[in-house]
């Protein structure tokens, strides 16, 4: 797995470079085909840049399926190593954790198949990194016209990239802070769909009360949900209307290099073109590191069901080997209490009675 994963990287930092190298090439080649249409230039130079354009292309197209391929053989590691070790655990866990609601989030939180999430965890973080090379490969075209551009170039994307992962970071922290309402809520939609429960609530008149507890559970979600979407497509307003004013002092600038013929015609199509490049680039990369974040914190979720308590077994008394009575003659409880982990009270108090084997 080791040496799968340093390949992938190699593969997309070098798939990082071909981007802003495309458009330096698509640049030349322009820039000689208006040569050679005014007679100053030699066609040789115009395939040549034409031939290096299209490898660029290929390149990109190459390396784009060799990362699938890596992909598929990183998951086929990650599969084989974890699937194991999570059914293990568990199965190990001590019973304690099934009556605790803070293990219950735990477990939620954790998510399914958090193999992926180690996966994803991977993938986002070479994205990013990816893409910050190529907005660096970009800006890197503005010096030649002014350090300026540049400049402003950073200040602009570092602040589109903190505004859009702030935003999605917000919506994040809502939906782990939401776990027990969710949790409560798919329980009371549970307990009306169950034929069991079902009856039971209308015996007891009960299901206009649990009715009324689910709406109101649900329009506090949504209500908290629709606030946070708000504020965060504030900040994700903001960053756009921020590139906006840098990709209308870009074009500005341009047109006046290009008619005061500082800049060439090649170079104003590759430059202009690169502005929807580097907006894809700052959204990607906003876009997985508020993943990278978020996949973060499952891990961390993943991390605390790991250290749940688990039932210790010796070699002589595994989970699937103990000893279990062919027929129960009796169950006697005497005073038996129960409480709740995390709480004082007690669901049981002081119980007794006797079940024989043929009773229920």
Avoid at 127 to 156: C, E, H, M, Q
Avoid at 187 to 214: G, H, M, P, V, W
Avoid at 218 to 243: C, E, H, V, Y
Wanted: net charge positive; charged share 20%; aromatic share 10%.
């Amino acid at each position: 797995t080791r040496h799968q994963t340093i390949l992938l990287v190699l593969i997309l930092l070098f798939s990082a470079m071909m981007p802003p190298l495309s458009l330096y090439s698509m640049e030349k080649l322009i820039d000689s085909t208006v040569n050679y249409i005014q007679q100053k230039g030699d066609i040789s130079l115009t395939i040549f840049w034409g031939a290096i354009t299209v490898i660029a292309f290929l390149v990109l197209a190459l390396m784009t399926y060799a990362q699938t391929i890596q992909t598929l053989a990183i998951k086929k590691a990650l599969y084989e190593n974890y699937s194991e070790t999570i059914l293990k655990k568990f199965t190990h866990l001590q019973f304690s954790c099934f009556e605790d609601s803070s293990d219950h989030n735990v477990v939620k939180n954790m998510g399914d198949s958090p193999q992926e999430k180690i996966l994803e965890l991977l993938l986002n973080a070479i994205t990013v990194i990816k893409d910050l090379i190529s907005v660096i490969g970009f800006t890197i075209l503005f010096i030649r016209i002014s350090p300026w551009f540049s400049l402003f170039a950073i200040l602009v994307l570092t602040l589109m990239i903190i505004l859009h992962t702030k935003a999605m970071m917000m919506m994040e922290k809502l939906y782990v802070e939401q776990t027990k309402d969710e949790r409560l809520l798919a329980y009371y939609d549970q307990i009306l769909s169950d034929k069991k429960t079902l009856s039971e609530l209308r015996i007891n008149n009960a299901i206009c009360s649990i009715l009324f507890r689910q709406k109101i559970k649900a329009k506090n979600i949504l209500d908290n949900r629709l606030k946070a979407t708000i504020k965060s497509q504030l900040a994700i307003a903001s960053s756009t209307i921020m590139f906006i004013i840098w990709l209308a002092l870009i074009i500005f600038g341009l047109s006046t290099s290009l008619v005061s013929r500082t800049i060439t015609i090649g170079m104003f199509v590759s430059l202009v073109a690169s502005t929807n490049s580097i907006m894809s680039s700052c959204s990607s990369i906003s876009e997985n590191l508020s993943k990278f974040l978020r996949t973060n914190l499952r891990l961390i979720h993943y991390e605390s069901f790991m250290a749940l308590p688990s039932l210790s077994f010796t070699k002589s008394s595994q989970l699937n080997e103990l000893d279990t009575p062919d027929k129960i003659i009796k169950i006697c409880f005497k005073n038996v209490s129960f409480v709740y982990p995390g709480t004082d009270r007690k669901i049981l108090d002081n119980v007794s009675f006797v079940l024989n084997g043929n009773e229920c």
